[in-house]
């Protein structure tokens, strides 16, 4: 039993310590709703995460590792998103948003090198997306994620057919989504792939190989449709509303 609770805790944070110090503030102030909760968690978080500025938290929210996440200023958590920053960590960029029930898990214990999760500026992470972060995940600035995305940058290893998959290993290669890049819902990038500059993935898109600079990729599996640069699409049709 002993060994079964100091597996847990060694799971849960860095050390007892901080374990005891992040559950503590978190079960304090972690539920309360409307802007004072917000409020209070700006405060009172800096004490068991890096926070640059003023961030905005929302009830609900799941940490653990907290000493391994930071937070950049005007960025934002919305409900129930949960993020697991086992020692490689979790960074989220200046006015980057996390919204509802989005799940960043590093939970690295096979202390693979590359292991963690960087999200740039002004990026979108929409709702309910997975990020698996074993191989590193990094996301570059103006990047948007539609719903339900998946981004696994781990990978089975199941070539000896005489051995369970479970018992054979993991890859991790590492997943980058360059800046300006636009993830439709419910596309899945496997590992080891790179999406380029400006590059679209259509929705339910699974991605498992590079997308180029400013391409667009959609199918299972997702084949390059075009490049915008040499075919680009009609502005007029495709005008939006202005972002400012």
């Given at each position: 039993?002993?060994d079964?609770?100091?597996?847990?805790?060694?799971?849960?944070?860095a050390?007892?310590?901080?374990?005891?110090a992040?559950?503590?503030?978190?079960?304090?102030?972690?539920?309360?709703?409307?802007?004072?909760?917000?409020?209070?968690?700006?405060?009172?978080?800096?004490?068991?995460?890096?926070?640059?500025?003023?961030a905005?938290?929302?009830?609900?929210v799941?940490?653990?590792?907290?000493?391994?996440?930071?937070?950049?200023?005007?960025?934002?958590?919305?409900?129930?998103?949960?993020?697991?920053?086992?020692p490689?960590?979790?960074?989220?960029?200046?006015?980057?948003?996390?919204?509802?029930?989005?799940i960043?898990h590093?939970?690295?214990?096979?202390?693979?090198?590359?292991?963690?999760?960087?999200i740039?500026?002004?990026?979108?992470?929409?709702?309910?997306?997975i990020?698996?972060?074993?191989g590193?995940?990094?996301?570059?600035?103006?990047?948007?994620?539609?719903?339900?995305v998946?981004?696994?940058?781990?990978n089975?290893?199941?070539?000896?057919?005489?051995?369970?998959?479970?018992?054979?290993?993991?890859?991790?290669?590492?997943i980058?989504?360059?800046?300006?890049?636009w993830?439709?819902?419910?596309?899945?990038?496997?590992?080891?792939?790179?999406?380029?500059?400006?590059?679209?993935?259509?929705?339910?898109?699974?991605?498992?190989?590079?997308?180029?600079?400013?391409?667009?990729?959609?199918?299972?599996?997702?084949?390059i449709?075009?490049?915008?640069?040499?075919?680009?699409?009609d502005?007029?049709?495709?005008?939006?509303?202005?972002?400012?």
């Open positions: 039993m002993n079964q609770i100091w597996l847990y805790l060694g799971r849960q944070a050390s007892p310590a901080h374990y005891l992040e559950q503590s503030i978190q079960s304090i102030v972690g539920w309360i709703p409307s802007i004072l909760g917000v409020g209070l968690r700006a405060v009172l978080y800096r004490a068991i995460l890096y926070m640059e500025g003023v905005a938290i929302e009830d609900g799941r940490i653990r590792f907290a000493s391994n996440v930071s937070l950049g200023r005007g960025s934002y958590l919305d409900h129930g998103t949960y993020l697991h920053a086992c490689g960590g979790i960074r989220i960029g200046a006015k980057s948003m996390v919204m509802k029930n989005t960043l590093v939970y690295n214990f096979r202390n693979l090198p590359h292991a963690g999760i960087s740039g500026a002004r990026s979108l992470i929409g709702e309910a997306c990020l698996r972060g074993q590193g995940i990094h996301i570059g600035d103006d990047v948007y994620f539609g719903t339900l998946q981004v696994l940058a781990v089975h290893v199941f070539a000896d057919t005489s051995r369970p998959v479970s018992h054979q290993g993991i890859t991790a290669q590492g980058e989504v360059a800046d300006g890049a993830i439709g819902s419910g596309a899945i990038l496997l590992d080891g792939v790179r999406v380029g500059r400006n590059a679209v993935v259509g929705a339910g898109a699974v991605v498992n190989r590079d997308v180029p600079d400013y391409a667009v990729a959609v199918g299972n599996p997702a084949r449709v075009r490049d915008l640069r040499e075919a680009p699409l502005l007029d049709r495709y005008a939006a509303t202005p972002v400012y």
